[in-house]
């Protein structure tokens, strides 16, 4: 049983930076996709940047050039750089293990850690 937790959300003012970390147990995680998503409001989760268990990275527009997603297997953890911070970028970042990319099924969230961007 995957289990997946977030840390590293807080308040940042416009132009500032934070660091997201996602840490999954289990011995899954080096052939696991892992994401980076944020809820605004409602339910509604947008991608914000995955990378998969090759390191290969995908961001949404929104976020290109700021923000960083990378990976450790040896610690099984999973970041997310945020740099040149915007107030649209405030929302709960969810992190989510994606055991099998193409199948939502075998997907683990985990509970999300609160970003606002503010002065």
């Known amino acids: 049983q995957v289990q997946v937790m977030e840390s590293g959300g807080g308040l940042a003012q416009p132009g500032g930076s934070l660091t997201l970390s996602c840490t999954a147990s289990g011995r899954q995680f080096s052939t696991a996709a892992m994401g980076w998503y944020r809820r605004a409001s409602g339910t509604k989760r947008d991608m914000i940047a995955t990378?998969?268990?090759?390191?290969?990275?995908n961001y949404a527009d929104s976020v290109k050039g700021r923000f960083t997603i990378s990976r450790d297997n040896t610690k099984n953890t999973v970041w997310l750089q945020m740099n040149s911070l915007k107030p649209e970028d405030t929302g709960v970042y969810l992190c989510?293990?994606?055991?099998?990319?193409?199948?939502?099924?075998?997907?683990?969230w985990g509970q999300g850690t609160r970003v606002t961007v503010s002065s």
């Open positions: 990378i998969s268990s090759t390191g290969t990275t």
């Open positions: 989510n293990h994606m055991a099998d990319p193409y199948n939502p099924d075998y997907d683990t």
